[in-house]
């Protein structure tokens, strides 16, 4: 299997971080370029999967899946009730 492209990018960063790099770094027996590198996909992959979240919702807006605001107050409202409701759901406008 081939060796895949990399390129590499420099950032200055807070000492007390640059610390804990080193010290996960240590922990996990591997390079500080590794724990960078973990780091980057994780939040990578978050805000990813964030964006796809939040177009889904404005899709929903879009095609009427909503749950109106009273709704959702009056569980909230329930929460700390001997009979708390149930989640509501989107009803179409």
Same mark, same amino acid.
């Given at each position: 299997?081939? $060796?895949?492209?990399?390129? #590499?990018?420099?950032?200055?960063i807070?000492?007390?971080? &640059?610390?804990? !790099?080193?010290?996960?770094? &240590? +922990?996990?027996d591997?390079?500080?370029?590794?724990?960078?590198? $973990?780091?980057? &996909?994780? !939040? !990578?992959?978050?805000?990813?999967?964030?964006?796809?979240?939040?177009?889904?919702?404005?899709?929903? #807006?879009?095609?009427?899946? #909503?749950?109106?605001? &009273?709704?959702?107050?009056?569980? #909230? +409202?329930?929460? +700390?009730?001997?009979?708390?409701?149930?989640?509501?759901?989107s009803?179409?406008?």
């Amino acid at each position: 299997m081939g $060796q895949s492209q990399t390129r #590499v990018i420099t950032a200055h960063i807070p000492v007390e971080m &640059a610390e804990k !790099i080193d010290e996960l770094a &240590a +922990n996990y027996d591997r390079s500080r370029g590794w724990i960078v590198k $973990q780091a980057l &996909a994780a !939040i !990578i992959e978050q805000e990813e999967s964030r964006h796809q979240m939040i177009l889904q919702g404005m899709q929903d #807006v879009d095609e009427g899946r #909503v749950v109106e605001h &009273a709704d959702v107050m009056k569980w #909230v +409202n329930s929460l +700390n009730t001997e009979t708390p409701l149930t989640t509501p759901q989107s009803r179409r406008k």
